[in-house]
Nanobody
Framework: QVQLIESGGGLVQAGGSLRLSCTAS????????MGWFRQAPGKERDFVAA????????YYADSVKGRFTISRDNTKNTVYLQMNNLKPEDTAVYYC??????????????????WGRGTQVTVSS
């Protein structure tokens, strides 16, 4: 079993930056493809970014390309999401996901087997 805990969310002004962290415990995630999703009130949980187990391959939703960067440090059992030039449309609960058996550019929540509880990101205008 793996437990995931997200941190780093908060309230930020439009144009600002936040760095989210996802720290895993229980087992190593060094062999796991990892992802970030987000969900706004009343909406579906949407793909944001994904990264291969080695960190060599990344994918991003079109809405965040050029602004967000996913990375990982397997020695720390941690995945990061650096979010720059934030927009009000980025407001959502952000979830870390692990235990994926596929890595594609259009991932869905069912591609992942383990989830954190989420961290709130609010971007004010």
């Amino acid at each position: 079993q793996v437990q995931l805990i997200e941190s780093g969310g908060g309230l930020v002004q439009a144009g600002g930056s936040l760095r989210l962290s996802c720290t895993a415990s229980g087992r190593s995630i060094g062999s796991d493809h990892m992802g970030w999703f987000r969900q706004a009130p009343g909406k579906e949980r949407d793909f944001v970014a994904a990264i291969s187990w080695s960190g060599g391959t990344t994918y991003y939703a079109d809405s965040v390309k050029g602004r967000f960067t996913i990375s990982r440090d397997n020695t720390k059992n941690t995945v990061y999401l650096q979010m720059n030039n934030l927009k009000p449309e980025d407001t959502a609960v952000y979830y870390c996901a692990a235990d994926a058996t596929v890595l594609v550019g259009d991932m869905t929540p069912t591609d992942f087997g383990s989830w954190g509880r989420g961290t709130q990101v609010t971007v004010s205008s």
